[in-house]
Structure formats: structure tokens, C-alpha cells
């Protein structure tokens, strides 16, 4: 037998905004056996993007290099078409320099998220993978401790969220008080409503970290963001064995 070819559809790019939920479809790809060829980022120039992160998505570059992969990226004014056609730029781009078969997104439960990747996907006939899709809003939470992601809040826009979880990293406790502030608001603990969004410092699939050198808070009293000024990449010391077959640091 001559040697194994690995399939088209098996080579991914993943939509990728720098928070819990795209970092960890880079896991769950890895671990399903796909390769990740690239990593695809619409950065919007203001808040209010219909499908991506704002204002720390510039710095998916870093967490890119941490995770050795290359970034495509392209910045947007934040117009609902224009996203979606930058991300089918990208997407475009990534079949012709990485002959990718297949878009991963970390959409949860926004039915409307998932609906544009998927357009976005077939209109370049590609399949769209959607790896926690359906997944429990706390499972989501619990998951990020479990795997070792080092996850902080980094924007806020909703009833019962304050400027105090603006660097908050998501741990038992928060987790303990965003369930309250759901029995009170009704948020979705994983935030799919919008009501926060979150950046990955560290994960089983960075070989370096991340370290916040500097970083503001802006703050209107009731929309509020950890504008992130300056970061490196540090190394770090692998403590326990990355399972799943999945390399680690």
C-alpha cells in the first residue's frame, strides 16, 4: 500500500476570536483528528459585531503564535454583510493556500451564528464543523476549568455584570456567582446571549502563554471592556501530561 492521503475535508480552518469558545473548537478539531491548517479573524473596529469579538481580537495573533498556527485575519467596519464577506475572504484565501475542505466554528447555541458560518462555508463548498453545538450553557464553564484553560472576562453587556468581572478569570467561584445573576437576569452562563466575552491566556494547546503586560478599563455603566495594551508570550511548565493525544507545550 503506498502512503496514507489524507483527506481534503480533514484539513480545517477555524473561525477564531481569541475566547473560550473558538479556542476550544481548536481543541476539539485537534482531538477529532483534523488538522488545523489555519486560524480565520474578522476584527471589528467597534463594538456591536453580529458575529465577532470586540475589542481584543487584534491580539488572536498571539494566540495564534502560541498555538504555532497561522492567521489569516482582515478588519471590518462591524456592518453585518461586510463581516460575513470578509469571512468568506478569508475562507477563500485558506483553500487556496491550504487547500482546507472544512470551517470550525465554536458556535453554542446562537442559531443565527451558526446559520451565517455555514453560509459562509457552502458557499466555497465547504463543510462547516460545529463541535459544541447543543452543549449545556455550565458544562461550557465547568469544561474550561477541566481542560486547563486559563480563561479571563474581558467585556461585558448585560443586567448583573458589572465592571468587577472585567479581568475576572473564570474559576469555581465565578462560576458559583454567574449562576446567581442567571436565577436573577436569566443570562446564558456561557455568555451566547452576548453578555460577555472572554480571552484565552492559556490552554493545553498553547505551547507558551500569554502574560497581560498593560490593559484599561473602559467602563459606561452598564457596557464595559478590559482593553488589552500590551501582551507577550511567556514559556511555560508543562505540569501534567496533555492527554487525547493532543501536544501540548
Known sequence: MGPQVERRDMRVAVAYSGGKDSTRAVYECLKAGYTVSCLLSVIPEAFGSYLFHYP???????????MNLPLLSKVVKG??????????????????KYSIGSLCSGAVASVYQKRRFEEAASSLGLKCINPLWGMDDEQILRDVIRLGFKTIVVGVSAAGLDSKWLGRAIDEDAI?????????????????????????????????RIEI??????????????IIKDAKLVEKRCEVEITEGIEGC
Open 56 to 66: 481584543n481580537a487584534r491580539w488572536a495573533k498571539l494566540q495564534a503564535d502560541a
Open 79 to 96: 456592518v453585518e454583510e461586510d463581516e460575513l464577506n470578509a469571512l468568506t475572504d478569508l475562507l477563500a484565501e485558506a483553500v487556496a
Open 213 to 226: 503586560i498593560s490593559s484599561e478599563v473602559s467602563w459606561d455603566g452598564y457596557v464595559g471592556f478590559l
Open 176 to 208: 458559583e456567582d454567574l449562576k446567581k445573576v442567571k436565577r436573577k437576569y436569566g443570562i446564558n452562563l456561557s455568555f451566547e446571549g452576548g453578555e460577555a466575552e472572554t480571552f484565552v491566556l492559556d490552554a493545553p494547546i498553547f505551547r507558551k
